[in-house]
């Protein structure tokens, strides 16, 4: 299935080798979500061809994602709401438990949605006009995107719970100080060093690149007991990978690199 045929013009979409790009593209709306765009994330996470290795998720235009488009939020029942929301959790679980790692780049507004987006990702690269922010505690609301689980585990109950009693922003540099992205760099270098790190995990082996984005985060979420048994399974199946075996033969023998080099 040829992606590009396939997903709204809200999405822009694009392959460079092994590396797929997923631009944003509502710029006039601050790539504000509806539901035409967070479908067609579906859509693409959905159809990743094989020879792709990793995604990098961008915004077109001044920012990054500002969230729901609350001009085009319909009226919902109690019911319909719970039904838009696990849509959005069914979504954003396809890009974290999908075929490839993710990169999120991101630059100004990474707002309510825009950061739920961003939390689902894997590897997120900030540059120095990103901020972040969940408005939706001074707007009545609650985040139903997945925030209440994933962001938690990035920085810390305390500090969520923070953002939606408060309103409190959180600019760039704090933003990867407690963990909203891991790496921050000069305004226009976000897709530079978005593109670095993907071609470093498109290298990887497969194998690898799975346990890490399927596996580690269910044994972070397991007890010990469990999670110490599913480590040693990941690492024994891992290991017996040929990919695997022939990587540590090239380093026994001198023709791979060395940690540092």
């Known amino acids: 299935m040829k992606i590009t045929k396939s997903v709204p013009e809200t999405l822009q979409i694009r392959e460079e080798g092994d590396i797929l790009w997923v631009g944003l593209n509502r710029p006039d709306k601050r790539n504000a979500f509806n539901d035409e765009l967070i479908l067609g994330i579906e859509t693409v996470f959905e159809n990743i061809p094989s020879h792709i290795r990793c995604a990098i998720i961008y915004g077109i235009g001044k920012h990054f994602s500002a969230g729901l488009d609350l001009s085009e939020l319909k009226e919902r029942d109690a019911v319909q709401g719970i039904f838009h929301s696990r849509m959005w959790h069914r979504v954003l679980e396809k890009v974290q ?27 997120r690269v900030a540059e120095k006009s990103t901020f972040y922010a969940l408005p939706e505690g001074q707007r009545g609301i609650f985040v139903g995107g997945g925030a209440a689980v994933r962001l938690p585990k990035l920085i810390g109950m305390a500090r969520m719970t923070d953002m939606m009693l408060t309103g409190r922003v959180y600019q760039a540099e704090e933003g990867e100080r407690i963990g909203l992205a891991q790496y921050l760099v000069e ?44 480590e040693s399974m990941m690492a024994a199946i891992a290991q017996s990978a040929p990919e695997a075996k022939q990587r540590l033969k090239d380093f026994l023998e001198g023709r791979a690199k060395k940690v540092g080099e």
């Open 97 to 123: 438990y999908g075929a490839v790692p993710v990169v999120a780049v991101l630059h100004g507004a990474v707002v309510g949605g825009g950061l739920e987006l961003a939390a689902a990702c894997h590897i």
């Open 187 to 230: 305004e226009g270098q976000g897709l530079e060093k978005g593109k670095e790190l993907a071609q470093k995990i498109a290298s990887n082996a497969g194998m690898t690149n799975y346990a890490l984005t399927h596996v580690l985060p269910r044994i972070a979420d397991s007890g010990q007991t469990e999670g110490l048994l599913l």
